[in-house]
């Protein structure tokens, strides 16, 4: 083979592994530095300055602000407590302790961050509760009564738990699974 | 054959190695390249003082991930002639304020446990600023204002108000936009 064409073969692979690797490594969720706790996934360098490159390129890409470290903890699911992927076409029941904060809140949004209708999500301070405080939230595309939030039509969805002024955000990585909410899948239509 | 077989296999192990490289080139490059980031698209175009509010839901102001029920306003700084002095006003809930660099990564951020009078007062300065206005002695107001030095010279500064129900996310949003960012050039 000419030496030419393996040069040109060598570049060919080497622009077609970089870019295509480079795009896939951005364009999800950071690859490093997740932390997860039952169904829930956080990465505490977001909120302050040590962030890892694919973070920060991850970041940049996507255009978000991620909150501070002093301001609170953000976790996000996208599986169920058994590890199924939250499917909009499923019904499902957020229950159980949340981790102490002044406030929380809870959101679907679909896959590309966009909060969904106009009920995208509880605070804390509008859930009813249980005599014992525990919130119990039901997800499904069927209006159903207590704490209801609308599921898109179709496709998958993503929850986002937020703890406002947390105590635990100092260190993420000791709360507890037990004190997170679970999410149960129920039907599936 | 053996040698087709042979240059092919260096072509590819050089392929790759000039993928790696293209791969780490891209991720590093990224922030200064890509103009998706939160500051290009909201703070860039912003001037100087000026507060505008972000949105959950609305498309161009839209920042994906963001909780509907906190309201948001962004103002841009660039402290490299002086220091920018922020003033938010706290809503009754939960609020909060964070420095972010053009990339969009959090430098800094506090919540309302700092505010004075409901009002959150934070000066955003180099480290040479700081150190001329401690070499100047202006010590003394010290108790109500937070400084802070600020690792980039230019990047955004997001003020969040918590609308506890969503009837109270006007009064929210009309707080966050409530924000002053003022160059304390003196």
Known sequence: MPAILCILVAFAIGALTGVTSADWATSGRPPLGALTIGSWVTWPALGGRDVDPYARAIT?????????????????????????????????????AMPAARAWTLTVYDTAGKAYGERAGFTSAEVLRAPNGEAQIVLSRRASPGNWL????????????????????????????????RIIRGDCS | MRRLAGSLGIALAAGLLLGGMTHLAIILAMPTLAGNSAFDRHAAALAPGETRLLAAQQNETAVPFADPAMAMAVCAFDISDAPLRVE????????????????????????????????????????????????????????????????????????????AYPSGLPEARERAAAMECLSESD
């Open chain 1, 60 to 96: 940049v890409r996507s255009g978000t602000l991620p909150l501070g470290a002093g301001e609170g903890l953000e976790f996000l699911a996208a599986r169920d407590d058994a590890g199924r992927p939250l499917q909009a076409s499923c019904s499902y029941t957020v229950a159980g």
């Open chain 2, 88 to 163: 938010a006003p706290m809503p009754e809930g939960f609020g909060s304020l964070s420095v972010h660099g053009r990339d969009g990564t959090v430098l800094y951020s506090v919540t309302d446990r700092t505010a004075v009078d409901g009002v959150v007062t934070l000066i955003v300065m180099t480290r040479q600023q700081h150190d001329e206005a401690l070499a100047r002695g202006r010590g003394d107001d010290a108790g109500s204002e937070l400084r802070f030095v600020s690792p980039r010279v230019q990047g955004l500064v997001l003020v969040r108000a918590l609308a």
């Open chain 1, 150 to 181: 609308p599921l898109p039509a179709i496709g998958r969805f993503v929850l986002a738990l937020r703890l406002y002024d947390s105590p635990q955000s100092a260190d993420a990585a000791a709360i507890e699974p037990a004190t997170m909410p």
